[in-house]
């Protein structure tokens, strides 16, 4: 045998060792950057995975497959190669919605397996993320069932957002539950907060959400949640304009590309509750902006008329759903320089978004907004909208309108997910901010579609017209867990406010559930860069002391620090926006006291207005006293929360 013939037979040997070592190989290891938190991945008879944290199991024997075409990928699964890479590099945000930069560091794992797909698995500092990959021939091919089981070492508590069923606008409270007593029914949305070992909190929620249903989760009665997902929709029923029902379903849940990446599943990990608060792993796993020119993006405050009933006074004109009452929001806006508002329903005959009320003139009142420089949004029935999509926003557009506020969704089926993608890059197409109220997916979109500028699929403000249900129990449980996902509208502002015994739901003449500082403190803690202000224009220039933090606090934040909170309990955030610091402090129903200090602001002096609850804030929920005072880093401050309480306060040089 000649030498070239007894070289290609070593290489030979060589390539034949290496592909059954890495067949061989079944188990995996990945380590956050920081190296706090590992993954063990072992292919057995299906993917499994454990979560450590400083060596502690927080998840064990965790799984996942996915049924393609009746293929159960990840069932008795063959390795094929393994790819690692890590990644470390700051991001600017279109949308400061917490910092102004942020670091997306983190290592991976890419899995292939033998039949044309593979899973990643990253390890960040704040969490683990895995998701399939398929590269199939078949141009198109159906999912059936997408199996993810999050088995935990423990019966942990969960925070669990318990739902009725798939058509829902997800406005749940987050409620503790021990986990082996969730049945197979207790269907939930997202996120769900475990509280796991030593205090340690697990998030689970998704990301990158696209031509597929979303992800919801349901008990096992064991220390697991599984994954579960509206199937797909083939008849759908209309019933009024709004609610727009699956009729009949298929036995699959989308129909897609074969050869794709699908969304994360993502599992956020926080050593003290207020890292949950400043955790970015849902917006780093979203693909990057598909926007490209961002300059007209404009995140800011709106007065908002659906919440207060348009109850104006001190006019002369009748207050209702008509020109004049918008025009008198309109000077509010500007007199306060609020960049936005909003005409909810009844600006349009229910049933076709481009048949204006007589009582409107559009053309008149989008000219005046012009005039004094405040921008008009919208509001829509998403399948009214969607069969009138491109005649209406070309309207809007020559209206000049600078928004659209979508709602009654209620369903997060692929078709619906479809619809939340296209209407964002139409909207962008024309400069247009769009606002999803009705589900809680497009929260987990908002780095893709930086228009899109805030979301509800949260138990608002709005509940307090009816119920007592949104309470500071409720508020101080939210940044813990829906806020987790990504901004929420959760509308605050109110300025009538009422402790337990003297509150009183009245539709037309809404109060709040705590006190004033308690709703002041909510545009610090409460993350949406569109921040609504809803009561009355009337009410707020009754109140020129509140307005003196509301007119100034932004809605957008260059950096974010939570200074104190547990879950469900009392929560103070602090944020920056350019030189200017403000910190918001929230209580549930239990008074107390918190110390904090000011180490946090830079070298120099500055002015604090400060708002705190009054002496009788205990019985008269509207009860504050506004402190002006001189502080700087070395400053600590003892804070007096009343029931149901809050505290806030701007800083500036």
């Not at 072992?42 to 293929?71: E, F, T």
């Not at 699964?77 to 590099?89: A, E, F, I, T």
């Not at 104190?564 to 200017?580: C, F, L, T």
Request: net charge negative.
């Amino acid at each position: 045998m000649n030498s070239y013939a007894i070289r290609c037979n070593v290489l030979l040997g060589i390539m034949m060792a290496m592909v059954a070592q890495v067949y061989a190989q079944t188990t995996f290891s990945l380590r956050s950057p920081d190296t706090r938190i590992e993954v063990k991945i072992r292919a057995a008879d299906r993917i499994k995975y454990d979560v450590l944290y400083k060596g502690r199991p927080i998840l064990q024997d965790a799984h996942l497959s996915m049924n393609v075409d009746h293929k159960n990928l990840g069932v008795n699964p063959k390795v094929v190669g393994n790819k690692q890479r890590s990644n470390d590099k700051v991001l600017e945000p279109v949308v400061r919605q917490k910092f102004a930069k942020i670091r997306d560091n983190y290592n991976e794992s890419r899995i292939e397996f033998d039949g044309g797909y593979a899973v990643t698995f990253r390890a960040y500092n704040e969490g683990v993320a895995y998701r399939f990959e398929t590269s199939l021939p078949q141009s198109e091919v159906h999912i059936y069932q997408e199996d993810s089981v999050f088995s935990f070492a423990g019966n942990y508590t969960v925070y669990y957002p318990q739902e009725e069923s798939f058509f829902s606008h997800n406005e749940r409270k987050y409620l503790p539950h021990p986990m082996n007593q969730l049945a197979p029914s207790a269907l939930a949305s997202l996120p769900a907060v475990i509280d796991a070992v030593d205090g340690v909190k697990v998030a689970i929620a998704e990301s990158d959400l696209e031509e597929y249903p979303g992800l919801w989760l349901q008990g096992t009665s064991s220390n697991a949640l599984a994954a579960t997902f509206p199937p797909y929709p083939l008849k759908e029923q209309l019933e009024r304009d709004r609610d727009f029902r699956v009729t009949e379903a298929a036995d699959y849940l989308a129909v897609t590309k074969g050869t794709r990446t699908f969304p994360w599943r993502v599992i956020g990990i926080a050593e003290k509750d207020g890292d949950l608060i400043t955790n970015q792993l849902v917006w780093l796993l979203e693909k990057p902006s598909q926007v490209q020119d961002t300059s007209w993006i404009k995140p800011g405050k709106v007065a908002w008329d659906w919440w207060n009933a348009n109850n104006v006074y001190g006019v002369d004109f009748k207050s209702g759903v008509n020109t004049a009452t918008y025009k008198y929001y309109i000077d509010f806006a500007a007199k306060y320089g609020i960049p936005y508002i909003i005409l909810d329903e009844g600006w349009y005959k229910l049933g076709n978004v481009l048949d204006v009320v007589p009582e409107i003139n559009m053309e008149e009142l989008t000219a005046y907004a012009k005039q004094k420089k405040v921008g008009i949004i919208l509001w829509v029935v998403w399948k009214t909208l969607a069969d009138q999509m491109e005649p209406a926003l070309d309207q809007y557009a020559k209206w000049d309108v600078k928004g659209i506020k979508v709602d009654f969704m209620q369903r997060s089926d692929q078709l619906l997910i479809n619809f939340y993608n296209k209407l964002s890059y139409e909207t962008a197409k024309r400069k247009m901010l769009v606002d999803y109220h009705g589900d809680q997916k497009p929260a987990v979109m908002t780095r893709t579609w930086p228009n899109l500028i805030s979301t509800e699929g949260v138990r608002g403000l709005e509940w307090d017209k009816w119920s007592a249900e949104t309470d500071p129990l409720h508020d101080v449980t939210l940044p813990f867990t829906r806020m987790f996902l990504g901004p929420m509208d959760f509308t605050p502002g109110a300025m009538l406010n009422a402790q337990q015994i003297s509150f009183r739901p009245i539709h037309e003449r809404p109060m709040s559930l705590g006190t004033r500082c308690h709703q002041l403190a909510m545009y610090v803690v409460f993350e949406s860069p569109l921040q609504m202000l809803a009561d009355s224009p009337s009410n707020y220039l009754r109140e020129p002391e509140s307005m003196e933090f509301l007119a100034p606090v932004p809605s957008e934040w260059d950096e974010t620090r939570v200074l104190d909170g547990k879950i469900a309990e009392y929560v103070v955030v602090a944020r920056r926006n350019r030189r200017d610091w403000y910190v918001g402090a929230m209580t549930n129903w239990t008074p107390r006291e918190l110390d904090i200090d000011l180490s946090f602001l830079p070298d120099g002096n500055y002015s604090m207005e400060a708002y705190q609850d009054g002496i009788n804030a205990d019985r008269f929920g509207s009860d504050f006293r506004q402190i002006k005072s001189s502080v700087n880093q070395s400053t600590k401050l003892k804070l007096k929360l009343a029931p149901g309480g809050g505290w806030a306060a701007r800083i500036h040089p």
